[in-house]
Structures are given as C-alpha cells and as structure tokens.
C-alpha cells in the first residue's frame, strides 16, 4: 500500500474544481476527523475534504481540543459511516490506519488510494496530560501529511 504517490507523479486536475478526498480510518473518531480539519483548513481551494470510518464512533473530545490548539475547529464534524457510493465519488482515499487499509474494499476504478499509518491515540491511558501529549504526536503528524500532501498538488 502506497503512503504516496510516486516519485514524480501529481496528480492531474482542473484547478476549477478541488479534488474529492476522503480520509479513512475505522472508527472516524480521531485520526480521519483531524486530517478533514487540516485538509478542509490546509487544502481550502484545492481540495474538499471528508472523513468516515468503517465503525463509526463519535468524535473524540481529545481530538476536537488538540485541533483546536492549532486553530483548526473540527467541533462540527461528525463522525460518518464508509460506504462505497461515498468512495465511489472520490478522486482520493486516504486510509490513515492499518484497520482501515484491511477493511477497505478494493478502491473503485479510477480512484488513487494512499495509506497513511498513524498510531491511534485513543487507547492511551494516563493524565489528562498524557493523552493530551499522545494526541498531540498524532495531529502533528498528520497536519505534516496533509500539509506534504496538498503541496505535492500543487
């Protein structure tokens, strides 16, 4: 599975229209949500960003706060089911967790598919602190691959 695109490649589009990319992870409650805030943020003109999951789970708490430090509101999101209509009507799909890239069926023709494998979060047991940190590590990482991401379009 592809983390991203070839060496070399971009991805061709109208610069009229933004490209349809779907962030993937399984429960849609933390690692998909932040990469729809900082590509919604990050990518504003460029591409329009979705997020669902395959167990959809409600947004974290935890997320909406880390997010919210960087100045991105995910607040308003909600946490949404995969279906293949949806992926069907991407240009890219984007898993952001191994679960994901298992339970993803094939991508539709016509579709790029990158693979993004960020460690989850939402397990961390601790402090406030401490999860707040863990959380942290992943929206930093993330931001970093969308941030790559969209100038790799460009």
């Not at 992926?87 to 984007?94: A, K, L, S």
Request: contains cysteine; hydrophobic residues 40%.
């Amino acid at each position: 599975m592809r983390t991203s695109l070839p060496r070399g490649e971009k991805v061709i589009f109208d610069k009229a229209v933004k490209l349809k990319v779907l962030f993937l992870c399984t429960g849609n409650s933390c690692r998909s949500q932040m990469a729809e805030g900082f590509g919604r943020v990050l990518g504003e003109g460029v591409i329009e960003a979705f997020s669902a999951g395959f167990m959809p789970a409600g947004v974290n708490p935890y997320a909406i706060r880390v997010m919210a430090e960087a100045g991105v509101d995910i607040k308003g999101q909600t946490s949404k089911s995969a279906t293949m209509s949806m992926m069907e009507g991407m240009d890219i799909i984007i898993t952001l967790c191994d679960n994901a890239a298992a339970f993803c069926p094939d991508t539709p023709p016509g579709i790029k598919r990158l693979h993004w494998p960020i460690n989850d979060p939402v397990g961390t047991v601790g402090t406030d602190e401490e999860i707040m940190a863990e959380f942290r590590v992943a929206r930093d990482e993330i931001r970093g691959k969308v941030e790559e991401f969209i100038e790799g379009l460009k």
